[in-house]
Structures are given as C-alpha cells and as structure tokens.
C-alpha cells in the first residue's frame, strides 16, 4: 500500500545541530559506514554545490557549521516515503525527477536513499534530501561570504540570498501535493494501481484513526521486543485494520454470490406471495362462516368466564390481607432494625477505610521505589544505546565519571533520547559526556570539562594551541 509521507524540516546551530554530521550520516560514512547503517544505504548524490566545493561537497557543510549566523538556519531538510511497489530503479529515478523538480540548479543539495525494514517485515524505503535555501545567482564567492547576510543594494558584496518560500506553511502543502502528482505518475508508468492522496483521512472521507508517529527510538525499542503506549496502539490499530479487511473482503465474496441469485430468488417470492394470498381469501371466508355460528355460545361463554375471574379476584385480594398483616412482635422487631441502621451504615463504611488504608501501604516508599526503578531503566537504556555505538564504530565508548575530562571533542552523538559529545582523551580512549550548546563551538578542537556530582557539565575550556600541538591532538592523535 503506498503511503504519501513528506516531512520538511530544519537545523540551526542554536538547536545544537551540525551540517556536516547530518550529511555525514545520511551518506552513511565515517562513524555511519558500518553496521545497520550500511546495510540500509542504497545511494547518494551531491548537485549544485558552489565551485570551491564541488570536489569535496562536505566542505559545503562544513562552511555552513563554520560562518552561517548562530540563529541562521544550517540547512533544511525533505524526508518522503517512497512506494514500496516501485522497483529499485524505479524509486531512484522517482526521487531524482521530484529533486530536481523542487530544487533545479539554484541549491546546493546532498540527498541519500535507504531501505530500512518496516514493522510490518516489509521494506521501507525513503529519501533524505538536505538542501541549503541560500540561493546560487552566478556570482563568485568563497566559503565565507557565501554565508554571509545578503545585501540586495550590493549583491557582488554580501552573501548567498536565502529563499522565503522554504520558511513558509504554504510551502508545506504545496510540496506534498507535488509529491504525490510526480509519484503517481510514476506508479501509473509501471502499471501500478495504487495512488497516493496527499490530503488528511478527513478530508478524504475516511473514518479511521491516524497512526501515532512512532519515530526511531520507539521503533527501534519495538523491534527489541519493548513496547511503549504508542507503539501497542500502532499494532493494535493496524490489526483491527486487517481483521477489517478480511470482513470486508468475505462480504465482498457474499454479495457477488447473493446478486447471482437474486432475480430466481425475487421470481419464487412473488410465486409465494401470489399462493399465500389465495390461502388467507380462502381462510377468511371460512372463519367467517364459523363467527357466525359460534358467536351466541361464544358471548354466553365469556359472561360466564368474567364472573368466576372477578369471584376469584375478590377470594384472592381477602387471603392476600389476611397474609400480610404482621403480629405485635414482628412489628416491634421491624422498628427495632430501622433504629440501628444508622449505626450498622457508619461501622461499614469505617471497616471499608481501613481496609483501603491497609492496602495502601506507605505512599512515600512506594514512590521512592517507583523513582528508582525509572533511574535503573534509564541508566540500563543508555548501557543499551553505548553498546550499540560500540557495535557500530568498532570502538570502545566509555561514560565519563571523573569531574574532569580533557580531551579532542570528536562529534555529537544520539543514545536513549539524549545527545553526548564524544571526547578522545589522551589515553586514546573515547569519553561520553553530556552534550551542551556551548560544545558546539569547540568540535574538532582540544577541550577539557568540568562536570557537577550529577555528571553534567559546568564548563568548557579551550587549550592553548601550543598546548594541542605538544599533545598531537590537531593531527587526530
């Protein structure tokens, strides 16, 4: 079934982003270039990039981590679904005909396709296209004034012009609806029936719930057997849509069968019909004829009926008082029982507290219980996420735990819902530290932290040059 998935999104230094990172994982190379991340990479290309970038596009990314404003955007970045009933060629040329749709010779871009595996065991494939939204308008700049503010007296003399439309809502819709027009035409030329709809499952009419976004980390916790509330509602919603289907598919089946036969069925009807009314002319005229003659006994009778039932009425309605009336004592006892219902009622409801109470135990253990759990669970998920790092780079990663840690800080990474920086200390040992914004501006450079009790940081220094050159950590040591 093919799914009209497009997602535009955008990176800032302020967000604790980097450029060439990104390009560097949706190219699956240095860190990326082993493991899962290799097997899910199928292709990558570089267009438009500006002359002195054209040999190694990185360069352009790393221009832009370098001199973009601290509150300019990085880059932005397009993520589509692609149709899975595609073949593999198929899909390639469907992403290079959007791209170039979308994007033409005027931004430089770096897109990536891959094919992950769905929940459902199928393949899942998609494209991420990073783009800048300055725009090249022919004249000479070098990586500096590239990013630099335009000027629009003075073109010649400020940077690279930034296109508006990409920082508009409107620009959302009107990309998805040319998503689905360039892959539908592209489903219709392999033959292909199915279509995708760019509008809400409102809008189409369809009463169904949406599937909740379940995003990597829930999904890569539910293919480890860990199921979180919204990924039990994904599978949940996606049986009850199977189970759908095949009630559907079987009425299907028994309409086709009950149209066969509806005119031989509708011609027996009306035979019966026609048979059954003869039959009722013919049975009325003879329960006429009976009325009749039973009519006079019959009058006699009922008289005779209404006088013993209302003789029985009244035998009835004497024995039933006679019954019900109570004696002295069982009068007194009655009174007696109303009296202690007040006092029976309170001893209840005290005996139903302290029950509850009993089973509630101590509310503050149980909280500072429930605290410590949650502490081991997540402490466990990260020794989770640093083993697969490990897995992943061939290389042992450690948490720091000193109060001082002093190093290369290497890149930002991802474990558990958090972001690190990974530090090579001068023992060749790769260090975890919690990321911060102001790390950020000394990757690739030689630091040392200072972390609180709680393993955070509270301070980033630079070394001195002369410093780093003594160590060899300039040259990777």
Known sequence: MAICHVALKHASRGQGRSALAHATYIAREGPYAHGRFVEQFVHVEHHNMPPWAQADPHAFWAAA??????????????????????????RLALAR??????????????????????????????VHVMFSARTLDGMARGPAQFFRR??????ARGGAAKDPAWHERAKVLEVREAWAATANRALERAGVEARLDPRSLAAQGLDRLPEPKLGPERTALLRRGIATPESAQVLDLRAYRARLGRVERAVEHAQGQVIDFTQARAEREARAHEHAARQAQELAREQAREREIQEPEAQEEAR??????????????????QRDRLSPEEAARVEHLLAQEPAWRAAQDEARIARLMARLGDPEARIAALLQREQAW??????????????????????????RVAGRLVDRVELAGEDFGRVRDRANHLVLVPWTREMGQHLGRSVTMQLDAGRQVTRVLAEAPRRERDLGLDRGG
């Open 304 to 321: 005779e009926r209404e006088i013993q039932a209302r003789e029985q009425a009244e035998r009835e309605a004497q024995e039933r008082t």
């Open 150 to 155: 335009a000027n629009p007296a003075e073109p």
């Open 65 to 90: 981590d370098t001199h973009e404003r601290a509150n300019g955007r990085l880059y932005n970045e397009l993520e589509m679904a692609l149709p899975r009933e595609l073949s593999a060629d198929g």
């Open 378 to 403: 997540h402490a466990a998920r990260l020794e989770q996420a640093r083993q697969q790092l490990e897995h992943a780079t061939g290389q042992a990663h450690t948490f720091a735990t000193t109060p």
């Open 97 to 126: 005909e959007f791209i170039a749709s979308q994007l033409g010779t005027a931004h430089p871009c770096t897109w990536a396709l891959h094919v992950s595996r769905a929940l459902d065991g199928g393949e899942q494939p998609h």
